[in-house]
């Protein structure tokens, strides 16, 4: 005889606050380990291990590139996130430099400086007038830490204004 048991759960507004930001966290970190692990088998015929996914998410990435800037102020969980990223930040010897969120990493040659006019989504790489080929995302990253570095050692505000 098989039995079945049935549960309702009623979670006040702190709770849901919390399952959302868990799952949410949960999901998005699904979804990047299940990329990947796709990428690798249809690319290379291979398959990863758990502990291979695991390494890959140690992710050194920009929380704000998830995240944009309105929806984090907008909350006081987005404001929390913040924080917590700071401080996290300075247990691993890190520090969060704002950078401004239009500025034109992709499109800016991160070896002489050049900008492209317009540079759709869609065009993963482009070459710069000074004959450097560039990957969009490797580009803008460079393009970020050197902004990154330059308002650090200019002294400015490390964090954003609170307002």
């Known amino acids: 005889m098989k039995r079945a048991y049935r549960y309702r759960f009623y979670p006040n507004q702190e709770q849901v606050e919390n399952l959302a930001r868990t799952f949410g966290c949960v999901r998005y970190v699904y979804n990047r380990a ?16 758990h502990a291979e996914t695991d390494k890959m998410l140690w992710w050194s990435g920009t929380w704000s590139e998830i995240v944009p800037l309105p929806a984090r102020s907008r909350t006081r969980r987005g404001r929390s996130c913040g924080r917590m990223l700071e401080y996290k930040a300075g247990w691993y010897g890190r520090t969060v430099i704002a950078v401004d969120r239009w500025y034109p990493s992709s499109k800016t040659c991160s070896s002489c400086g050049a900008q492209v006019e317009s540079l759709p989504l ?3 790489g482009w070459t710069c007038r000074c004959g450097v080929v560039h990957d ?26 609170r307002s």
Do not use: F, Y
């Open 34 to 49: 299940l990329a990947e692990r796709h990428r690798a088998w249809v690319g290379e015929q291979r398959r990863i291990s």
């Open 122 to 124: 869609n065009i993963r």
């Open 136 to 161: 969009r995302d490797v580009n803008a990253a460079r393009n970020l830490l050197a902004v990154g570095l330059t308002v650090s050692a200019c002294g400015d505000g490390v964090r954003p204004p």
